[in-house]
């Protein structure tokens, strides 16, 4: 490249780069941004046509991260773990894609709709990525002639959060997702749902947890009682939303300032909030004579009612607190609200759901699928796992491996690659050195730093006897055996060490 076109190129970079810090700096249009930053981006690559390497920041983008083989194998046995539960359920699984028409997503998520990643226009459509697993289940529904599913999915979504690395909450995150679609009699699906959550968290091992509840109908009915017009209650459970990570006083002021609602109203939806039970609060609330002029108020605390008598039954009450704080601020809610909470860990929640029946209404009115279900933070559930781990000095294996082939003389290689064929065919997860000649003490070395239970030695003097050597790789105990019984030995040990 002429120094005289190198010099204009970097002239030209400085000058979008000025463009596109002005914008970042003024918050611009997020699609404007990201066109200014692509064609910041063209002009980097120009530049690096000149045959001089290009310097790359070597970082993942903000609020992602890489996992390496220990942490995978941590977040591959959590994954089993959950969808053990959802199987034991009567679950079935479905995929959808990456991404969506934005027009799918748009106008579901309420105040948090400007989270959603766009996508730059691909041949016409107007793309985003998918914000949660939900609202793509709906459009699915909407979509097929199914009217009745019991289906779980575990896929990545995406949001343009801030992200808390330490807590679990990223950018680019998986969700695990149950839910129940179909026309059923009031809080049975619902109660389910409840006891999945509990289900699930108990087999993880991550120590106390709670359950909060609540309907929407019910904090429907409050609004009103306190004097919030009606256009807007989503406004102000968007708000009370935020009392998991706030404090009132802060939440108070968005109320009244951001929301512009009067002080006296702001008090009295406090008075509420701050409430929580079992039982005995629904029978408080039947009390308030304004409350019960509210008929929302009254089929929210009807359902509550039917809900905390069914938890009952499926033996998960003392996991349950009926919470009014509760508001789960996503738009497409409509009855009953849930989410679990640690109670020894400041994660915050770590699953939340909530019925959903108008959904896929909204994108085809002919169809009233009325739906259920729960999301369980995976990542959050990773977190507290992974640092667990790390504070005990516990090692994960990060793999599956159950027989290591080793050789101790020299020249023996093909005689390992025939065992290992024999183990194979026979589904034993077996592997060997992929030296010719590797040191025995190197091989019985990798065997116990991976965790791999058994070794199956041989030599020049095995196999002229026609044996093998079987050592436990834990306590360092071998024996010999014939060589046309390997397999079946093998299996008798892996068998007897699964009891």
């Known amino acids: 490249m002429a120094d005289e076109t190198r010099a204009d190129l970097l002239e030209a970079i400085k000058r979008q780069g000025e463009i596109v810090r002005q914008l970042k700096a003024a918050k611009g249009d997020s699609s404007k941004i990201a066109e200014e930053v692509s064609k910041l981006l063209e002009l980097k690559a120009q530049l690096g046509d000149g045959g001089e390497p290009q310097k790359f920041s070597l970082k993942t983008p903000k609020g992602t991260r890489d996992y390496n083989p220990e942490q995978m ?3 591959l046995g959590v994954l089993d773990k959950i969808v053990s539960v959802f199987k034991r359920h009567g679950a079935e699984t479905i995929d959808t894609p990456i991404f969506e028409l934005k027009e799918v997503l748009t106008g579901k998520y309420g105040e948090d709709t400007k989270l959603i990643y766009d996508l730059k226009d691909q041949g016409g459509e107007i793309l985003a990525l998918r914000y949660d697993l939900t609202v793509p289940f709906a459009r699915y529904l909407a979509m097929s002639k199914i009217t009745n599913i019991k289906r779980y999915h575990i896929a990545k979504v995406y949001r343009r959060d801030n992200p808390s690395m330490t807590k679990g909450r990223y950018r680019e995150f998986y969700q695990c997702d149950f839910d129940i679609a179909g026309q059923y009699d009031p809080m049975i699906p619902d109660a389910e749902c409840i006891r999945i959550v509990s289900e699930a968290l108990t087999s993880l091992d991550l120590g106390g947890f709670i359950i909060k509840v609540n309907h929407r109908c019910l904090l429907d009915g409050i609004f009103a009682a306190c004097g919030v017009p009606q256009d807007k209650f989503r406004a102000i459970c968007s708000s009370v939303d935020k009392l998991d990570k706030s404090p009132w006083e802060e939440v108070r002021k968005e109320i009244v300032e951001e929301k512009q609602l009067d002080d006296a109203i702001a008090d009295k939806i406090g008075e509420y909030v701050s409430r929580s ?9 039947r009390q308030d004579q304004a409350l019960m002029k509210q008929s ?10 039917l809900l905390l008598k069914y938890c009952d039954i499926y033996r998960v009450t003392d996991k349950v607190l009926f919470d009014l704080s509760l508001a789960r601020g996503l738009d497409y809610y409509t009855g009953v609200i ?6 020894d860990s400041e994660v915050g929640s770590v699953a939340g759901g909530g019925r959903y029946d108008n959904l896929v209404g909204m994108f085809d009115p002919k169809k009233k699928t009325p739906c259920v279900g729960v999301s369980l933070g995976v990542e959050r559930i990773f977190s507290v796992l992974e640092n667990r781990k790390a504070t005990s000095g516990q090692k994960t294996r990060t793999t599956e491996v159950e027989a290591y082939v080793a050789t101790a003389q020299k020249n023996l290689q093909e005689e390992r690659m025939k065992i290992l064929a024999e183990l194979w065919d026979a589904g034993i997860k077996a592997e060997h050195h992929y030296k010719k000649n590797p040191k025995i003490l190197a091989q019985l070395q990798y065997c116990e730093e991976s965790g791999i239970p058994l070794a199956i030695i041989i030599g020049e003097g095995e196999l ?6 079987l050592r436990e790789v834990a306590t360092r105990a071998e024996r010999s055996i014939p060589r046309d019984t390997l397999v079946d030995e093998v299996k008798k040990w892996i068998q007897s060490q699964s009891k």
Do not use: D
Request: charged share 30%; aromatic share 2%; no cysteine.
């Open 277 to 285: 039970g079992g039982a005995k609060l629904i029978e408080e609330l």
């Open 73 to 75: 194998a941590l977040r």
């Open 464 to 469: 002229q006897r026609g044996e093998v050597t």
């Open 296 to 305: 929302a108020a009254k089929q929210g605390l009807e359902a509550m009612e």
């Open 338 to 343: 849930y989410e679990a909470v640690l109670t």
